[in-house]
Structure formats: C-alpha cells, structure tokens
C-alpha cells in the first residue's frame, strides 16, 4: 500500500491550502484516514480524523479552520486548511488504518505559513 501526499507549500498567515492524500495497492476496506503534523523540534500529534461513515474529530487548535473529507471511491482523503496561523506550520502526514488494523502512513508534505 503507497499513499501519496500533495498540496503543500507557503502560504501568507490567514490563507488557505487543500491537501490530499490518495491510498494505492492492495487495501481493501479503510476504516480510519487522518492527517497528522509534526513541527520542528516536536512530536508528531493528531490534527484531524474522519471514519468510514464520515464521522470527523479535530484537535481544539484547528477547530473551525480546517475541514477533512474523503472520497471512499478514489481511496483518498482531504485537508483543507484556512485562516492558516504561522504555528500551524509543520510537515503533514496522511494516515490510513484498513478494516485488520494495520495503519499506512504518507511521505508528508511541508506547510509553511509565513509572510
């Protein structure tokens, strides 16, 4: 299983970006697709998770801000990300947990907020 991560890059405080993260190869049923952030000099910590039936959970610094979503039929799950705040800056990873509990985890991609 690949998961291949895009859409970040540098951004002005108070903008926007949409990350996506699509699943490949041999996964069957996904149940868990999340994304993840991991600033510099910091552990990695959960920013944002929706299940299968489209239930979603935020950490309390993104609430309101950014929005998950996936696509079950193209494998791929979303982050958009507005009101982007420079602590939001960080390398972001997608994490996908199949119906056996094995988790796959993408190769990350920079957001860097700054101005």
């Known amino acids: 299983v690949q998961l291949q991560a895009s859409g970040g890059g540098l951004v002005q405080p108070g903008g926007s970006l949409r990350l996506s993260c699509a699943a490949s190869?041999?996964?069957?049923?996904?149940?868990?697709m999340d994304w993840y952030c991991q600033a510099p000099g910091k552990q990695r910590e959960l920013v944002a998770t929706?299940?299968?039936?489209?239930?979603?959970n935020y950490a309390d610094s993104v609430k309101g801000r950014f929005t998950i979503s996936r696509d079950n039929a193209k494998n791929t799950v979303y982050l958009q990300m507005n009101s982007l705040k420079p602590e939001d800056t960080a390398v972001y990873y997608c994490n996908v947990v199949d119906s056996d509990c094995d988790d796959y985890w993408g190769q990350g991609t920079l957001v860097t907020v700054s101005s």
């Open positions: 929706i299940t299968s039936d489209g239930s979603t």
């Open positions: 190869g041999s996964i069957f049923s996904i149940n868990f």
